[in-house]
């Protein structure tokens, strides 16, 4: 089986480039980061420090 990718290491969680890109397409479509991080399996600390990596901004609510 092929290996993914990994784009990054953030709090302990190797990112793939499919979780970058659906963590870019959750913040353009103002999911929040409580609901991605349980999408994502992820704690919400760990959403919050990838998306300061990828200079991407939760909208305003």
Known sequence: M???ARTAVTSG???SE???QELRDGVE???S???LAEHLELAPDVITA????LELVEAAE
Not at 50 to 53: G, I, K
């Open 2 to 4: 092929a290996r993914s």
């Open 13 to 15: 969680h190797a990112w």
């Open 18 to 20: 499919e979780e970058d």
């Open 50 to 53: 990838r998306m300061n990596q």
């Open 29 to 31: 479509a103002e999911i």
């Open 33 to 35: 980061i409580e609901e």
